[in-house]
């Protein structure tokens, strides 16, 4: 089983096609799937939307009547991930945005780099269509920001929101820890990955474009503000990090390969 993890908030614009799109990927890769949104106290019209989906989609949608955050709505999902499973050493999960800035057409290779042996793979991004100078630079300089503190064999994008872990890794980080995230934002991905690459044997990467220009919204995310918040946080993920991992560095990722971007329709 694969599952599709998505935090949600205020994404009714986007989130019906996004779960679409999703679909049409795995009718021409047949793997079984199910879709888990987790609808962080949305304002919008994002309920209504997700519930009309639920009568024609293999999807769950759990709820934070209340905003609780990203960091804690991805725990939630992956937490959710491990305690379905009941076959973790096979199972996967998938980290991805509501807005269109990942791509559902990268799915495919990411899941065979989990089936050809890997634990953790990143999507490693390259902004495309993103209008502000301003925010491309402060996406290229936050991962700059933690060369040296969160470190993962192969990963130089630590804070791409956009990955698939093995079931069985993930398990076992939950019981390392009673919570893995205590950062938020960008912060809390390179966490993630320092968290969880300790019980991986093999982490991958693949190249990946991540979109700034197929949200129907203004982002919410103030990137500059982003980007200190990762300096800030460099302490904690420099602790959290340095309490070790167990990759074997002999079974270092494969090379990336630059992932074929299909044009968005």
């Not at 998505?6 to 795995?26: C, D, H, M």
């Amino acid at each position: 089983m694969i599952y599709v993890c998505i935090p949600s908030y205020n994404e009714a614009p986007t989130i019906g096609l996004l779960l679409w799109k999703i679909r049409q990927v795995f009718a021409g890769f047949q793997r079984e799937y199910q879709l888990l949104v987790l609808d962080d106290g949305s304002t919008d019209a994002t309920r209504e939307v997700l519930e009309r989906y639920t009568r024609v989609l293999p999807l769950s949608v759990i709820r934070h009547e209340q905003r609780r955050g990203y960091a804690r709505s991805v725990e939630r999902l992956l937490r959710e991930s491990v305690e379905r499973t009941d076959r973790p050493k096979r199972d996967c999960a998938i980290l991805m945005h509501a807005d269109f800035a990942h791509g559902p057409h990268f799915i495919p290779d990411l899941v065979r780099r989990i089936e050809s042996g890997a634990d953790i793979v990143v999507a490693q991004a390259k902004l495309e269509g993103e209008p502000s100078r301003l925010r491309r630079w402060a996406r290229r300089l936050a991962p700059v920001l933690l060369r040296g503190v969160v470190n993962v064999p192969g990963v130089s994008d630590s804070i791409s929101g956009f990955a698939v872990f093995r079931l069985v890794t993930l398990r076992n980080a939950f019981r390392s820890a009673p919570s893995l995230l205590s950062t938020d934002g960008w912060a809390a991905n390179a966490e993630l990955y320092a968290r969880t690459s300790r019980h991986a044997r093999r982490v991958e990467t693949i190249s990946a474009i991540e979109r700034g220009d197929l949200r129907q919204r203004d982002s919410r995310v103030n990137y500059w503000e982003e980007a200190l918040s990762v300096w800030a946080s460099r302490h904690t993920l420099r602790r959290v990090s340095a309490s070790g991992s167990t990759v074997d560095s002999t079974a270092a990722r494969e090379p990336s390969r630059q992932a074929e971007a299909a044009s968005p329709s």
